[in-house]
């Protein structure tokens, strides 16, 4: 006789694998993590001159704006061999002042980052001294071109064109338009 012994059945559930709404999850915060991190690592020098670059001409595009709307002078002192950028505002004296704008307060050229040198036609090429661009209520007065460059020696040419406000910026080392 064969006794056939019963015991209860029961159902083993397979453990295997990771749910949508798990992978989901872990995807969101990561996303989130870098999202955080990822804006406070440090910039290599070639971003650095680009934005450098791009700041700069956003700058001098805005300085010509502002000066048109508010009928007020500005100058944007510059030491070429540095990274030395001071925008400043005429007074009413006839002497300069830091400028009441809080985006103009701010130095435009980021650390690390040199003016090689500054080429204006009726000036020539300056790559040492001081030097001030004067921007009026009708714009820039002379055709700009600035160079900047990384410690690495990279290039990036601002180039600012008279009664227009048109600022352009162009990687590498140019002298004319292109």
């Known amino acids: 006789m064969i006794l056939f012994h019963s015991l209860p059945y029961k159902k083993i559930k397979s453990q295997t694998g990771f749910t949508l709404i798990e992978i989901a999850v872990v995807m969101a915060i990561i996303a989130l993590i870098m999202h955080l991190i990822l804006p406070r690592l440090p910039a290599s020098d070639e971003e650095n001159l680009k934005i450098s670059a791009r700041t700069l001409a956003s700058t001098l595009r805005y300085m010509q704006e502002r000066a048109a709307t508010s009928r007020t002078l500005y100058h944007l002192s510059m030491i070429p061999g540095t990274e030395s950028a001071k925008i400043s505002e005429l007074s009413g004296d006839g002497g300069s002042k830091e400028p009441a704008d809080p985006l103009l307060q701010k130095t435009p050229i980021k650390e690390g980052i040199i003016i090689a040198d500054v080429r204006i ?9 001081q030097l001030r661009v004067d921007v009026g209520v009708a714009g820039i007065r002379d ?33 004319e338009p292109p």
């Open 121 to 129: 036609p009726r000036l020539g090429k300056i790559s040492d001294g």
């Open 143 to 175: 055709f700009v071109t600035i160079h900047l460059r990384s410690a690495s020696g990279k290039f990036w040419t601002v180039m600012a064109f008279p009664s227009g406000g048109k600022v352009k910026v162009y990687e590498g080392y140019l002298e």
